[in-house]
């Protein structure tokens, strides 16, 4: 069974960073792609960023050059650190591992930004 808990979510004024964590248990974390996904009441589910097991990255046109995602395999930890926030980042984060065909999500953590 895997099991991933965020944390990192919280309130900051926009312009501001933060930095969300993702501990994952279990010995096959380095095995799998990760990725953040961000979630706004009444609106889909969307993909934030992606990485790889061999560190190769993918974000939404909308965090580009403003979020950053990586790993730490030794930790069991996935990050997403988040520069230049705007009001419009503003949901609940969530990651999410697929393994085996099934899919892993967090509890989410919230991220709110002031305007």
């Known amino acids: 069974q895997v099991q991933l808990v965020e944390s990192g979510g919280g309130l900051v004024q926009a312009g501001g960073s933060l930095r969300l964590s993702c501990a994952a248990s279990?010995?096959?974390?380095?095995?799998?792609?990760m990725d953040w996904h961000r979630q706004v009441p009444g609106k889909q589910r969307e993909l934030v960023a992606q990485?790889?097991?061999?560190?190769?990255?993918i974000y939404a046109d909308s965090v580009k050059g403003r979020f950053t995602i990586s790993r730490d395999n030794a930790k069991n930890t996935l990050y997403l650190q988040m520069y230049s926030l705007k009001a419009e980042d503003t949901a609940v984060y969530y990651c999410?591992?697929?393994?085996?065909?099934?899919?892993?999500w967090g509890q989410g953590t919230q991220v709110t930004v002031s305007s």
């Open positions: 999410r591992m697929v393994r085996s065909g099934l899919t892993y």
């Open positions: 279990g010995s096959i974390f380095s095995a799998n792609a």
């Open positions: 990485i790889s097991s061999g560190g190769a990255t």
